[in-house]
């Protein structure tokens, strides 16, 4: 009976279903902060230009030279553009330091095997297995440049028995794969044309993580298939008559990262049926269509969304979880001191080819910040020479030339690499990302610049 009677006294044993009850909840709230991946500093040697693909498109690159290695921030299960290969960055590698070198038509990460490219002719179309003395232990892509690819068959199916799930690279229709994948299950598919007549060849993808296509028909009006496995989509040189239905994602509701590039109208509703979104990049679009639709996206960390006009109002973004954050040419000084105080738990900002915004002392009261990025315009050094908790700033190239030097002075705790801004790449990814994708993206970039000009005054 001891202290169930209103009014008595409590005794020593009343108070700990109010400890233990303290204890889960700090418990809870330690746990799901453990849940929140860290950002990884990623470094590569032996290559040109790296561009995170996943986190900004081709809005930021980065090169490495004999002196120093290119570096970037990256996730668990990102994908980076290298030169002519990709690279999907996953947490359980031993390391974070990556060298490239080349060898015909083998591409090495630190001295294995990382991607096999098959040409349109030459030695390897007599092959029919690869050589013994291979290690394909880290193998992670084979890339595809010929037309005909089943002709490849013989040599793939001796690498099916230690590779099965190794991922393609691939410019020309899905269906001109469909023999290879009935032999491989890849983890990685980038970059074929996709198809409605396609999906069935996309059903029986059940490895599948990530999936970068660009869509062939003008009318989608059927959802995917399901791909279990499928956590990160991108499509590519979306054209402003193609239509996806709303409902094009439906069967794939774990999807957690999505990557867009589309002209003409984007409608957000096509995200609805997603439940475990944590990565959003949309670029290129005219108009987006129920843009509020953002905030229904609660588990929401990475966002960038950048069109030719303004297409999503900072000030309307609601998104607790949000850590990483660009902001584009388009955003003023007041949404942009606005939208930091309503997010202070930004860890990584991106601020691209913007020269409006010319004060940065916003960023001092972020606790958590610990990268910046910023290309084209450096409109506030001295704020950010004050940015000790920085572990991680990227400048444009030109700008770090003549300043270099002062900077490091100022945080020299922190990695500062340059970077190029926008960047294409070369080889395979110009088929990839068509040249429409680059007129579109200067055509943006002038525009803004008008754009600026023309309401400097306001």
């Not at 001891?2 to 009014?7: E, Y």
């Not at 930021?60 to 668990?76: C, E, F, H, K």
């Not at 050589?131 to 793939?156: K, M, R, V």
């Not at 088929?431 to 754009?451: E, S």
Request: charged share 20%; aromatic share 8%.
């Amino acid at each position: 009976m001891n202290n169930l009677i209103p009014g008595s006294k409590p005794g020593p044993r009343a108070s700990y279903p109010l400890l233990s009850s303290l204890a889960l909840l700090l418990l809870f709230f330690t746990s799901c902060n453990a849940l929140r991946e860290a950002y990884t500093l990623l470094e590569f040697r032996g290559i040109e230009n790296v561009n995170n693909f996943t986190k900004s498109f081709y809005l930021v690159s980065t090169r490495s030279d004999s002196l120093q290695p290119a570096a970037l921030l990256g996730s668990n299960g990102d994908l980076f553009t290298c030169d002519e290969a990709v690279f999907v960055w996953n947490g359980d590698m031993a390391t974070t330091k990556f060298s490239f070198n080349r060898d015909d038509n083998l591409v090495f990460v630190n001295g294995k095997i990382f991607l096999i490219e098959l040409p349109d002719s030459g030695i390897m179309n007599s092959w029919s297995a690869y050589p013994e003395e291979w290690d394909l232990s880290n193998l992670q892509f084979i890339s595809i440049n010929s037309q005909s690819p089943g002709n490849f068959l013989p040599f793939l199916q001796s690498v099916v028995k230690d590779k099965p799930d190794v991922g393609f690279l691939y410019s020309g229709n899905l269906s001109d794969l469909s023999g290879i994948l009935q032999v491989f299950n890849p983890r990685y598919l980038i970059g074929p044309t996709l198809n409605p007549d396609d999906y069935g060849i996309l059903s029986g993808m059940t490895n599948l993580e990530i999936l970068m296509t660009t869509p062939g028909d003008t009318i989608f009006s059927e959802p995917l298939p399901a791909i279990p496995s499928l956590k990160q989509i991108i499509l590519s040189d979306v054209e402003r008559n193609v239509s996806l239905t709303n409902e094009f994602l439906a069967n794939n509701r774990q999807i957690q990262k999505v990557v867009i590039n589309k002209s003409g109208t984007f409608d957000l509703a096509i995200l609805n049926p997603l439940e475990k979104l944590k990565e959003l990049l949309v670029f290129g679009p005219d108009v987006i269509l129920h843009g509020d639709l953002i905030n229904n996206h609660q588990k929401l960390e990475v966002v960038s969304v950048t069109g030719v006009e303004r297409v999503v109002d900072p000030g309307q973004i609601r998104l607790p979880a949000l850590r990483w954050i660009s902001v584009d040419g388009k955003v003023v000084q007041e949404e942009f001191d606005a939208f930091i105080s309503s997010n202070p738990r930004l860890e990584v900002i991106e601020i691209i080819d913007n020269d409006t915004v010319s004060s940065f002392q916003r960023l001092a009261t972020l606790e958590n910040l610990r990268g910046l990025i910023i290309t084209d315009s450096v409109t506030d050094i001295e704020t950010i020479k004050t940015l000790t908790n920085l572990e991680y700033l990227s400048l444009p190239d030109t700008y770090l030339q003549e300043n270099k030097a002062e900077i490091e002075n100022a945080l020299s705790g922190t990695r500062i690499v340059a970077n190029q801004g926008f960047c294409l790449g070369s080889g395979w990814l110009l088929l990839i990302i068509p040249l429409i994708i680059i007129i579109r993206f200067l055509d943006q970039i002038q525009r803004n610049r008008i754009h600026k000009r023309k309401f400097s005054g306001l």
